[in-house]
Nanobody, 124 residues
Framework: VQLQASGGGLVQAGGSLTLSCTATTRTGSYYATGWFRQAPGKERALVAS????????YYADSVKGRFTISRDEVKNTLHLQMNSLKPEDTGVYYCAGPRSVRRIATTESEFELWGQGTQVTVSS
């Protein structure tokens, strides 16, 4: 299984970016349902997650009201719409797949697989 994130880049403060993540498997199905961020010098942290085939979402306090997580179930793609970006949003963003799809995963221990990451840099 591979998770491939894309959409990162350099943006000015106040701008927007949309990240996408696709899951590739040789057999069976796998789904990405979470986005993590690792800021420079800091540990990786969950910023948003979504329940598979559901509407339940989780957001870290720092991104509430600015970020929106969604899934395209037909294309099996996970998205993260990021608006009103701030310099403190800078970091490598990783999509992640959960250990179980029965409920929304809201802690790092509930995820088991991470993609390669995409860099987001927000300039002031």
């Amino acid at each position: 299984v591979q998770l491939q994130a894309s959409g990162g880049g350099l943006v000015q403060a106040g701008g927007s970016l949309t990240l996408s993540c696709t899951a590739t498997t040789r057999t069976g199905s796998y789904y990405a349902t979470g986005w993590f961020r690792q800021a420079p010098g800091k540990e990786r942290a969950l910023v948003a997650s979504i329940k598979l085939r559901g509407t339940t979402t989780y957001y870290a306090d720092s991104v509430k009201g600015r970020f929106t997580i969604s899934r395209d179930e037909v294309k099996n793609t996970l998205h993260l719409q990021m608006n009103s970006l701030k310099p403190e949003d800078t970091g490598v963003y990783y999509c992640a797949g959960p250990r179980s799809v029965r409920r929304i995963a809201t802690t790092e221990s509930e995820f088991e697989l991470w993609g390669q990451g995409t860099q987001v840099t927000v300039s002031s």
